[in-house]
């Protein structure tokens, strides 16, 4: 069985993901489809403190680029790309709808079973079904309803939202793009979909590419990674290997201080993947890119504990709010909790830490210029250091050259 070192295997995996390039003079749309493509899913998630997720994965293996160009591409009602529960809320190829259809066939199943709310609210929901039919497209606050009354805070969801949300997972609904950032519902019908809605492969079947596309976009990965990518069940991901290995689509690898206990990690690569002899890159990650949203191969990858403090109290929080990871060539050197303030003009570092080992200058001299351009992308005119972390003086210092 071939054996990876532990650095092969980080620059495996990263090339997989896109990095090692020299990012393009000019971002055309096509070259942002081409990127989306090869992530397979572009998870979404509404905190905007910074930039939205989204935006953030094609930034760091593009450069800067419009990110209205982005949206047009992605949440257009009838165009290459979709929105479904792939990973988390995410934007897969239009194509791959069929892909789907055995989790929304099992969720349909499921969540009576497993919600009261869905067990007694058979009505509104079959209401949903009938208003949608005669409305077409809509957000959830358009909807008119004795019960579209938001409750609680926040996300306090209305009758109706949990509803389209429910119809949603078992794709009686769909999303017709976003307003803003809200999300805008239809049926299939409605946004040209019922052709591949009625196409319904069977589910070893769609699992077996879903799985085969995880392994080609993470290069290499363990069992969990791999089923991790479109959240598929562990069993179904382990049957769908074997099968793969058989067509020698997949190989089964060994890497580097990959361990469970005291034997080696099963992994699997991509046969046909390249593994370069360096990367060089500097980018932010957002905390839903590929390369660390599984925070057990970050962890094993590039000794790298990752956790997002956004519902940590403030006072307990270690490295801020939003932190991002940042890369530098093929390790996770730093971490930088970055905020847009658009009133002043100002991409606020609220920290920046580099990791044991790496010298903070080294961290900052990297860094600095990669926050002026993500900056300038952002539309803001300069970079202020907070402070706060191992890094914050000598990133002060690079920046103020």
């Not at 990263?14 to 493509?37: C, K, M, N, S």
């Not at 058979?122 to 579209?148: K, Q």
């Not at 060994?254 to 993947?273: F, I, K, N, Q």
């Not at 609220?350 to 790496?358: H, K, T």
């Amino acid at each position: 069985m071939p054996h990876l070192t532990a650095s092969a295997a980080r620059r495996l995996a990263l090339a997989a993901q896109g990095f090692g390039r020299e990012h393009p003079d000019a971002v055309t749309p096509r070259r942002l489809a081409t990127a989306v493509d090869r992530l397979g899913v572009l998870q979404l998630d509404s905190v905007s403190v910074f930039t939205r997720s989204h935006y953030l994965p094609l930034f760091a293996r593009l450069g800067a680029y419009d990110p209205a160009a982005l949206d047009a591409m992605l949440f257009a009602e009838r165009g290459r790309y979709h929105e479904y529960w792939a990973h988390e809320a995410a934007v897969i190829r239009r194509d791959d709808w069929p892909l789907w259809h055995w989790k929304r066939e099992l969720l349909r199943g499921r969540d009576p079973v497993k919600h009261a709310w869905v067990r007694e609210h058979g009505p509104m929901l079959d209401w949903l079904r009938r208003e949608l039919a005669i409305t077409g497209p809509v957000t959830a606050s358009e909807i008119e309803h004795d019960e579209n009354v938001r409750r609680g805070p926040w996300w306090g969801w209305s009758d109706v939202k949990h509803g389209l949300e429910f119809l949603f997972r078992w794709g009686d609904v769909v999303s017709a793009g976003r307003r803003g950032f809200s999300r805008v519902y239809a049926l299939p019908e409605q946004v040209g979909l019922a052709e591949l809605h009625a196409q319904h492969p069977p589910r070893a079947e769609a699992v077996r590419a879903l799985v085969h596309r995880a392994v080609v976009a993470l290069g290499v990965g363990a069992v969990g990674d791999i089923a991790d990518y479109h959240r598929l069940p562990v069993a179904d991901t382990q049957a769908a290997l074997r099968e793969l290995h058989e067509q020698g689509l997949v190989e089964p690898v060994t890497v580097e201080g990959w361990m469970r206990g005291s034997r080696p990690l099963p992994a699997w690569r991509d046969p046909a993947a390249r593994i370069p002899r360096r990367i060089s890159a500097t980018a932010l990650l957002s905390p839903f890119d590929p390369v660390v949203w599984y925070r057990d191969r970050a962890l094993r990858l590039f000794d790298f504990h990752y956790r997002i403090e956004i519902y940590t109290p403030a006072e307990k929080r270690q490295y801020g709010y939003y932190s991002l990871p940042v890369l530098v060539d093929d390790a996770l050197a730093g971490r930088v909790d970055l905020k847009s303030d658009r009133k002043a003009g100002v991409l606020r570092v609220q920290s920046v830490w580099a990791e044991d080992g790496v010298p903070p200058g080294a961290l900052a001299e990297r860094l600095a210029p990669l926050l002026r351009s993500a900056a300038a992308w952002q539309r803001l005119d300069d970079v202020a250091v907070a402070g706060r972390g191992n890094a914050a003086a000598e990133l002060g210092v690079a920046l103020a050259r």
